[in-house]
């Protein structure tokens, strides 16, 4: 049962791999200035010197001059149109779009700060592109946050496997929830200490850690099957733990980069959190689903099958590892 899940996840995440792992999401951040005047943050994520083709489009070619600045950084590549006229008209009821968006697994975060200190913020994604603006808060601004958190984690598949690497690990129901626990309070730690500045990571060198992480966990299962109990199996909480402080690094990486509201700061860093735990929960709920239906299937696997899932993680995983590791050193 677990084994057949386990080749449905690595479909899933050679899917990802096509993708380039790019998953974290993209920000465009517009501050109303007096007389119809804007300012334009563009922040995309880019991997070494690669970068994902993203453009920002406003109707009535709002964006369409050359940029104030552009700076590139290891991780991110920042464009900005300082005090664009926008006319008369406004923002209010323009087309937003992102070209290429469609082609990607990238979310875009979209705020609009007004000259009252109100801000409406909406998600742009890979099948929604494009978007009207409408620049009248109509509610909280923050449960942005709560869905890039759902997001994140749900099409975060080296993090997926490295949970499901622990739920193949421990079979014992109350130490898997102890074990996902101490994982789940590792990333909250480290997520909130990175996202408020407290910590400084480079997400390159993080990301590469997440990959061993993942490796590690697939070698010990190798190691179960073998007859011998690795570290994890003897202390599942503690490897998970320490884990976890990765983990919760590298989701805040995806947070960190796109800002957190001034006004709202804890709000929106506790709904991230949130959506990140409700997206584990979702996943770990539908494995266990699935695998019960599994198990009212007539015929079983192959013997032989189980040793795919480890392998196949461990080589995904180390994949991973030398890819980023690799965009770390240059």
């Known amino acids: 049962m677990r084994r057949l899940l ?18 974290r999401p993209a920000l465009l951040q517009v501050t109303e200035r007096p007389g119809d005047h804007y ?12 970068a994902v083709h993203l453009v920002p489009h406003v109707s009535g070619g709002v964006l369409e001059q050359e940029p104030t600045s552009v700076v590139t950084e290891p991780d991110f590549q920042t464009i900005a149109w300082r ?34 200190g109100d801000s409406v913020q909406q ?7 494009s978007t009207t ?19 994140h984690i749900l099409t975060g598949v080296d993090h997926l496997c490295f949970v499901f690497g622990l739920m193949l690990l421990v079979r014992d129901r109350l130490t898997l929830i102890k074990t996902i626990t101490a994982f789940t309070v590792a990333h909250s730690i480290t997520l909130a200490a990175t996202a408020l500045h407290v910590i400084a990571v480079r997400p390159a060198v993080i990301e590469a850690l997440v990959a061993f992480s993942i490796l590690f966990v697939a070698v010990e299962v190798v190691h179960l099957y073998r007859g011998r109990n690795g570290l ?4 599942p909480w503690v490897i998970a733990f320490t884990f976890g402080l990765l983990h919760g690094a590298a989701f805040a990486g995806a947070l960190a980069e796109v800002g957190l ?16 735990e409700l997206g584990q929960l979702l996943f770990i709920t539908a494995v266990l689903a699935v695998g019960w239906l599994l198990t009212r299937l007539p015929r079983g696997l192959p013997t032989w099958t189980r040793w795919v899932p480890p392998y196949a993680i ?13 965009t770390a050193l240059s």
């Open 6 to 23: 386990t080749l449905i996840l690595l479909a899933w995440a050679a899917v990802g791999s096509a993708y380039g792992h790019e998953v």
């Open 39 to 50: 300012d334009f943050l563009w922040k995309q994520p880019v991997m070494g010197t690669v």
């Open 83 to 116: 005090n664009v006229d926008v006319g008369s008209q406004g923002l209010e009821g323009r087309t937003l779009e992102i070209e290429g968006l469609e082609a990607t697994i990238t979310d875009v975060l979209v705020t609009v700060t007004l000259l009252n």
């Open 123 to 129: 998600i742009l994604r890979p099948q929604s592109p």
């Open 133 to 151: 603006l409408h620049l009248h808060p109509t509610g909280m601004a923050v449960p942005a946050y709560l869905i890039l958190g759902i997001e």
């Open 232 to 235: 994890t199996v003897r202390y």
């Open 261 to 276: 509201p001034p006004h709202a700061i804890p709000l929106a860093l506790l709904l991230f959190n949130v959506g990140v």
């Open 314 to 326: 461990g080589s995904f995983a180390a994949f991973w590892f030398f890819d980023r590791l690799s």
